[in-house]
Structure formats: C-alpha cells, structure tokens
C-alpha cells in the first residue's frame, strides 16, 4: 500500500521560509508525478505545486508561483517543497499526493482526480 507521509510544518513569522518534506514508499516513485496540495481553515483543498516523474518540469500556482519550489530526489523517495517568503494566507494544512501520471504534459496535475494516494498532511501557520 502506497505511503505518503509529510513532515516540516510549523509556526513561523511571515516573511520566513520552510521546507516541506514527502517521505514515499510501497510504490515506485520515480514512475509517477507528484504534487503538493493546502486546504486552509474553512475552504477547499487547492493545488499549489506538481513535478514530473524526472524532476525536470515543475508547475506552480500563481499564488505561489516564485517563492515556492518543488524539487524531488528519486535515490530518496522523496519529493521537496521549499516555501519561502511566506504570508498569512499561506497558513493551511499542506498534503503532498502521489500522480496517478508520470508528467503533467498529457494530464492536468491541477485537479485531485489525477492523485491516487494522499499523505495526512503536515499544518503550516504563518503568523506575527
């Protein structure tokens, strides 16, 4: 059974930077895109980030574009969200989800319906 498990959330101030971490196992990673998700208190789920199978094409909400980063490590199992100036409204419990595809050329790694496997999700709360 496919295990996702996120890890790196905290408190922080706004303006800091965190990394997020997915630790992956009972599957092979490095076939399958993954992605980064955040639900804030009281609203839906939102895609933030995706990455390909190879590491090599990123995607980005424009929310989020330029201050966060998507990276992956397919010798660790691991994907990577580095967040850096971060706001309040980047407050949200952040998931990340294993694709159901390898790249989001031909699918769109934007919609939970291309996730077949969810961590528990790790909170993130920006705040002075």
């Known amino acids: 059974q496919v295990q996702l498990a996120e890890s790196g959330g905290g408190s922080v101030q706004p303006g800091s930077s965190l990394t997020l971490s997915c630790a992956a196992s009972?599957?092979?990673?490095?076939?399958?895109?993954m992605g980064w998700f955040r639900q804030a208190p009281g609203k839906e789920r939102k895609w933030v980030a995706s990455?390909?199978?190879?590491?090599?094409?990123?995607y980005y909400a424009d929310s989020v574009k330029d201050r966060f980063t998507i990276s992956r490590d397919n010798a660790k199992n691991t994907a990577l969200l580095e967040m850096a100036s971060l706001h309040p409204e980047d407050t949200a419990v952040y998931y990340c989800?294993?694709?159901?595809?390898?790249?989001?050329?031909?699918?769109?790694?934007?919609?939970?319906?291309?996730?077949?496997?969810w961590g528990q999700g790790t909170q993130v709360t920006v705040s002075s």
């Open positions: 009972e599957y092979s990673f490095s076939n399958y895109a």
């Open positions: 989800a294993k694709s159901r595809r390898s790249t989001g050329r031909t699918a769109d790694l934007r919609s939970e319906a291309q996730y077949d496997a």
């Open positions: 990455i390909d199978w190879d590491g090599h094409t990123a």
